[in-house]
């Protein structure tokens, strides 16, 4: 007995030779268009001409045939098998299998565009990649340049603002300069907040892992903020759990930049009350720690739409922010980055005209070795005195020099000015010097070329510390000119205690 189910899927039918059905055997697929004394041809017309060619004995298969029954179109497999007076014909359903196989072609159809696709897409992407690196390289090109464009101007700028505000001034003129510093320290943190913001986008931020104590850093910003700060109407409170563990590993400078950006934007836009720095234990383990700082204010405070973009670059959320208050709005879109590096999370809970609180939630590794496990005794440095110092100055930049010739007069230095590299090269080999102070970028010879001639004036000057002044302060930069012999750099724009700090280092 054939099952039901087996039966509507086939039928077997045997004819003669000249195609009239003499017998159906079995099976009930179509059953309405086989009739016994019918030719088979009604039903399956391309049989016609093919019965004549079987061979005796053979099974013959046609597949992918259709036929019609009740209306409808079936696609069909045929079995033929001649006998010596009759002919077996079995016919098999395959519509659903061929619909599958059908759908199986198209779907190996689209995939095969699809791929192609994708290929053509990927090769209009790495073109796209590589535009995109190329402008990204133009981009950091354009910034450094510019960098230093503005910072040889601006350092003229704090310094003749240093050097008229040490002289006897009346009030009006002392407010007036007063007010320039503040505008050129205000530009000098735009300048240094896009680079910042630059280096990032490129992935050229390097995060250090080393021994830093928390406490530390935030005692360090209280002592910044502390001097900076010009409001007395606002306190400002710093605190520290003391299951902070002594030392942790991490990158102190980017904690430090973190936690400023974030002071520095509390105290802006605060005019009375406080702002409150605190570090708290989050979560730990046997290997890890979780610390939440937070900086709250009692400040002017944000609507919740203002809140959603406030870490964009560029962002302000009132149009005189930055008449107001300085800055490009870009301190809070470095601070977002500096925490995604470190693998952490900043966010803002903020009310309109009550306040703002900023978290920073960072994991740090737990160091078990501590480097200074013993008490060290402090040495004295001496005092190096710069009096009667002979000291080379190469600077092509007019206001530049004056600058450096009135800072190195109140240390009562020997100081040689010239104007550029072929200059002090001359120099070097005339005449020995304590120090040589070397501006990078100078017409003729520069800084660095200068430096790579140094075997021809070693006989004068072969310990002579030389010190690299340029506005090209990326890391790349000065690990380059170090590299090239320089002692150290003296970084545009500089401030008079920095400058003679850094020559005196020279000879400690």
């Known amino acids: 007995m054939i099952p039901a189910k087996i039966e509507n899927v086939f039928i077997q039918v045997t004819t003669d030779y000249t195609g009239v059905i003499t017998n159906i055997i079995a099976g009930k697929f179509a059953i309405n268009e086989f009739i016994l004394q019918e030719l088979i041809y009604d039903s399956c017309p391309f049989l016609e001409g093919t019965l004549d060619a079987l061979s005796l004995n053979e099974?013959?298969?046609?597949?992918?045939?259709?036929?019609?029954?009740?209306?409808?179109?079936?696609?069909?497999?045929?079995?033929?098998?001649?006998?010596?007076?009759?002919?077996?014909?079995?016919?098999?359903?395959?519509?659903?299998v061929y619909k599958i196989v059908d759908k199986l072609n198209q779907n190996r159809n689209d995939i095969f565009f699809i791929k192609?696709?994708?290929?053509?897409?990927?090769?209009?992407?790495?073109?796209?990649?590589?535009?995109?690196?190329?402008a990204n390289e133009e981009k950091s090109r354009f910034l450094a340049m510019m960098s230093h464009e503005i910072r040889n101007p601006l350092n003229a700028i704090l310094g003749y603002a240093e050097m008229i505000s040490s002289e006897k001034l009346n009030?009006?003129?002392?407010?007036?300069?007063?007010?320039?510093?503040?505008?050129?320290?205000?530009?000098?943190?735009?300048?240094?907040?896009?680079?910042?913001?630059?280096?990032?986008?490129?992935?050229?931020?390097?995060?250090?892992?080393?021994?830093?104590?928390?406490?530390?850093?935030?005692?360090?910003?209280?002592?910044?903020?502390?001097?900076?700060?010009?409001?007395?109407?606002?306190?400002?409170?710093?605190s520290t759990s003391k299951k902070i563990p002594k030392f942790v590993l991490g990158d102190a400078v980017r904690i430090h930049q973190i936690l400023a950006n974030l002071i520095s934007n509390a105290i802006k836009f605060t005019n009375k009350?406080?702002?409150?720095?605190s570090v708290k234990v989050l979560s730990?383990?046997?290997?890890?720690?979780?610390?939440?700082?937070?900086?709250?204010?009692?400040?002017?405070?944000?609507?919740?739409?203002?809140?959603?973009?406030?870490?964009?670059?560029?962002?302000?959320?009132?149009l005189n922010d930055n008449r107001i208050h300085g800055g490009a709005g870009l301190g809070l879109a470095i601070v977002n980055r500096l925490v995604k590096a470190m693998h952490g999370k900043v966010y803002v809970k903020s009310k309109l005209h009550v306040g703002t609180s900023f978290f920073v939630e960072i994991s740090f590794a737990k160091t078990s070795k501590i480097v200074t496990s013993f008490k060290q005794k402090v040495i004295k440095e001496k005092e190096v005195n710069l009096k009667g110092k002979n000291i080379l100055v190469a600077d092509d930049d007019v206001l530049n020099q004056t600058i450096v010739a009135h800072i190195l007069k109140e240390e009562e230095v020997t100081t040689t000015i010239i104007y550029n590299g072929l200059e002090a090269f001359a120099k070097l080999k005339a005449a020995t010097f304590d120090v040589v102070l070397l501006d990078?970028?100078?017409?003729?010879?520069?800084?660095?070329?200068?430096?790579?001639?140094?075997?021809?004036?070693?006989?004068?000057?072969?310990?002579?510390?030389?010190?690299?002044?340029?506005?090209?302060?990326?890391?790349?930069?000065?690990?380059?000119?170090?590299?090239?012999?320089?002692?150290?750099?003296?970084?545009?724009?500089?401030?008079?205690?920095?400058?003679?700090?850094?020559?005196?280092?020279?000879?400690k």
């Open 440 to 507: 990078i970028n100078m017409p003729n010879m520069t800084g660095e070329e200068l430096m790579q001639q140094k075997q021809d004036f070693s006989s004068l000057n072969a310990n002579t510390p030389f010190l690299a002044v340029t506005a090209n302060t990326a890391k790349e930069d000065v690990e380059r000119y170090l590299a090239l012999g320089f002692s150290g750099v003296i970084s545009k724009p500089y401030t008079k205690a920095d400058f003679i700090q850094k020559i005196k280092t020279v000879f």
């Open 116 to 134: 192609r696709e994708i290929a053509e897409k990927n090769i209009e992407l790495e073109k796209l990649r590589k535009i995109a690196d190329k």
């Open 273 to 277: 009350g406080s702002v409150k720095t």
């Open 171 to 238: 009030t009006k003129v002392a407010k007036y300069t007063k007010t320039l510093a503040s505008a050129g320290k205000n530009l000098k943190v735009i300048v240094d907040d896009i680079l910042d913001l630059s280096r990032i986008e490129a992935g050229k931020l390097a995060l250090v892992s080393e021994q830093i104590s928390i406490k530390k850093i935030v005692k360090n910003c209280k002592n910044d903020f502390k001097h900076l700060k010009t409001n007395e109407d606002v306190a400002l409170v710093f």
């Open 284 to 318: 730990e383990t046997e290997t890890e720690i979780k610390l939440i700082f937070e900086v709250a204010d009692t400040g002017r405070g944000m609507s919740k739409e203002q809140g959603l973009k406030i870490f964009e670059e560029y962002q302000q959320n009132e």
């Open 59 to 96: 099974t013959f298969l046609l597949e992918g045939m259709v036929i019609f029954s009740d209306e409808k179109e079936f696609n069909v497999d045929i079995e033929l098998f001649k006998h010596e007076k009759s002919i077996d014909v079995l016919i098999h359903n395959r519509t659903n």
